[in-house]
């Protein structure tokens, strides 16, 4: 299995002990901790390898904050959603635990009402570069009434990770038409949730289950509409085929 050191998405500030080298060991790390989990047979592990991997990329993150906080305090703020046009790449685990979180939380009027939400923003966003999603502004159908997210607790390793300094920046930015200055962020986070993302791609790999990341509304509709799809998953039988990321693959396969 030929390992990916994690992907960089945003530039690391010249003076952090967040080096390239130490991100690579976090994703590593991930990969040693999170493979033995995977490796089980039981229906439980992909969404204990997801949880142990987003506690993991918070726990990281508050660190770094504490040791090298940014230039302005965390603007993120519950009901703040203007990056939730954004297309999110997950892996098979994460999705997996996002369905069993909705079944087990919702009743079924509620679940089902989500279930066709997903399938329509689906429809509309399948396919779509993250250039044109932001064109689109397809919104997240996990998104509550009050903007605020209804699986925060379990949300995705990438939704973690972005965490901007100014509120007005993002709004302006994801509301614009056209191309524009992305808002401030915190790059470290979006840095260690990369590396916790490229460790959990990592395990999956090494126990031979499809790691292969996933546009996130597209998984959701396969995990939510197929009951047996975590058992599917796990036997390494084809279930997730249809909501793979054909841009993260060109990009990864250029790296």
């Given at each position: 299995m030929n390992?990916?050191?994690?992907?960089?998405?945003?530039?690391?500030?010249?003076?952090?002990?967040?080096?390239?080298?130490?991100?690579?060991?976090?994703?590593?790390?991930?990969?040693?901790?999170?493979?033995?989990?995977?490796?089980?047979?039981?229906d439980e592990a992909p969404a204990e390898a997801a949880r142990l991997a987003l506690d993991r990329a918070l726990e990281l993150t508050r660190t770094a904050i504490a040791r090298e906080p940014p230039s302005?305090?965390?603007?993120?703020?519950?009901?703040?959603s203007s990056c939730c046009?954004?297309?999110?790449?997950?892996?098979?685990?994460?999705a997996l635990r996002i369905a069993a979180h909705l079944r087990r939380t919702l009743d079924p009027e509620a679940l089902a009402a989500v279930i066709t939400r997903v399938a329509a923003a689906d429809d509309r966003a399948r396919g779509l570069t993250r250039a044109r999603r932001l064109e689109e502004k397809v919104p997240c159908p996990l998104l509550a009434d009050d903007g605020s997210c209804s699986v925060h607790e379990v949300r995705p390793l990438i939704c973690a990770g972005w965490t901007s300094l100014d509120v007005g920046a993002c709004e302006r930015y994801f509301a614009a038409e056209g191309a524009g200055a992305s808002a401030p962020t915190y790059g470290l986070g979006y840095e260690i949730s990369g590396a916790i993302l490229a460790g959990l791609v990592q395990a999956c790999g090494d126990t031979g289950?499809?790691?292969?990341?996933?546009?996130?509304?597209?998984?959701?509709?396969?995990?939510?509409?197929?009951?047996?799809?975590?058992?599917?998953?796990?036997?390494r039988l084809p279930v997730f085929t249809l909501a793979k990321d054909a841009e993260s693959a060109q990009r990864l396969g250029r790296a």
């Amino acid at each position: 299995m030929n390992r990916r050191p994690p992907q960089k998405s945003l530039p690391i500030a010249v003076r952090t002990r967040w080096t390239p080298d130490l991100l690579a060991a976090v994703a590593e790390g991930e990969r040693r901790a999170l493979a033995p989990i995977l490796a089980r047979d039981d229906d439980e592990a992909p969404a204990e390898a997801a949880r142990l991997a987003l506690d993991r990329a918070l726990e990281l993150t508050r660190t770094a904050i504490a040791r090298e906080p940014p230039s302005r305090p965390i603007a993120c703020a519950r009901g703040c959603s203007s990056c939730c046009v954004s297309k999110v790449v997950v892996t098979p685990p994460e999705a997996l635990r996002i369905a069993a979180h909705l079944r087990r939380t919702l009743d079924p009027e509620a679940l089902a009402a989500v279930i066709t939400r997903v399938a329509a923003a689906d429809d509309r966003a399948r396919g779509l570069t993250r250039a044109r999603r932001l064109e689109e502004k397809v919104p997240c159908p996990l998104l509550a009434d009050d903007g605020s997210c209804s699986v925060h607790e379990v949300r995705p390793l990438i939704c973690a990770g972005w965490t901007s300094l100014d509120v007005g920046a993002c709004e302006r930015y994801f509301a614009a038409e056209g191309a524009g200055a992305s808002a401030p962020t915190y790059g470290l986070g979006y840095e260690i949730s990369g590396a916790i993302l490229a460790g959990l791609v990592q395990a999956c790999g090494d126990t031979g289950l499809d790691g292969t990341l996933l546009e996130l509304i597209a998984a959701l509709r396969i995990a939510l509409t197929r009951p047996n799809a975590s058992e599917r998953w796990r036997r390494r039988l084809p279930v997730f085929t249809l909501a793979k990321d054909a841009e993260s693959a060109q990009r990864l396969g250029r790296a």
